[in-house]
Nanobody, 114 residues
Framework: QVQLREHGGGLVQAGGSLRLGCAASGPIFVIPMMGWYRQAPGRQRELVATLAAAGTSNYVDSVKGRFTISRDNAKNTVFLQMNSLKPEDTAVYYC????????WGQGTQVTVSS
């Protein structure tokens, strides 16, 4: 069973930055795919960014150029550097891992004030 533990998040003013991190634990060697999703109030959960162990990344258009996903394969951790934050980035951010199934973190709140 894979467990994901997130850290980071919080309250920041528009234009500011935050860094999210997520560590995976359990009987795993290398996780093929890790990433971040988010869910704002009243909206469906949406993909923010994913990063394969081989290095291929994918971003939702609204965060391109502002967010950067990275990972440490040896430690099975994934990070999300969020710059130039906007109020519309406010959401609960969930860590995601795909390894013999899909796993989710508990979520961490990001609030961007205008």
């Amino acid at each position: 069973q894979v467990q994901l533990r997130e850290h980071g998040g919080g309250l920041v003013q528009a234009g500011g930055s935050l860094r999210l991190g997520c560590a995976a634990s359990g009987p795993i060697f290398v996780i093929p795919m890790m990433g971040w999703y988010r869910q704002a109030p009243g909206r469906q959960r949406e993909l923010v960014a994913t990063l394969a162990a081989a290095g291929t990344s994918n971003y939702v258009d609204s965060v391109k150029g502002r967010f950067t996903i990275s990972r440490d394969n040896a430690k099975n951790t994934v990070f999300l550097q969020m710059n130039s934050l906007k109020p519309e980035d406010t959401a609960v951010y969930y860590c995601y891992a795909e390894v013999d199934g899909s796993y989710w973190g508990q979520g961490t709140q990001v609030t961007v004030s205008s």
